[in-house]
């Protein structure tokens, strides 16, 4: 048995070194592209929102009073009837949207415009 035979008992090759990562100038500048794009969504959606839910479980004197204001809302019963308006208001968008889209995406398909004009009101 010669020594590049490899069996259960033959000695573990050396490891190779890890190859060193290095970055472009156009990496470099996507990441600090997104770091920034990350911090202006911190700055302007996350930050916001916290202080909302923060100030959701306050009173206005600013003391802690838990879930209380949710309950409160929630007992309230014009919530039911919004609600209920709601979903009334979404149901008559769909019922007037969808046939008149199919018409136009009907007539769009079906017509004889020449290819730009089809373009542009596919847009």
């Known amino acids: 048995m010669n020594s590049s035979t490899a069996g259960p ?6 490891l ?3 190859p060193r990562l290095s970055w472009s100038r156009d990496a470099l500048v996507a990441r600090a592209m ?13 930050a916001p929102l916290f202080s909302i839910l923060v100030n959701a479980v306050l009173d206005k004197e600013g003391r802690f009073v838990g879930l209380a204001h949710f309950v409160t809302y929630f007992h309230t019963p014009s919530l039911l009837r919004a609600a209920w308006n709601s979903v009334l208001v979404a149901g008559s968008v769909v019922l007037i949207s969808v046939p008149t889209a199919f018409i136009c995406a009907y007539a769009l398909t079906r017509s004889c415009l020449p290819t730009p004009f089809k373009a542009t009101v596919r847009l």
Do not use: D, N, S
């Open 9 to 14: 008992f033959a000695p573990p090759r050396p």
């Open 16 to 18: 190779a070194a890890a």
């Open 34 to 46: 997104l770091l920034a794009v990350m911090a202006l969504l911190l700055t302007f959606l996350i």
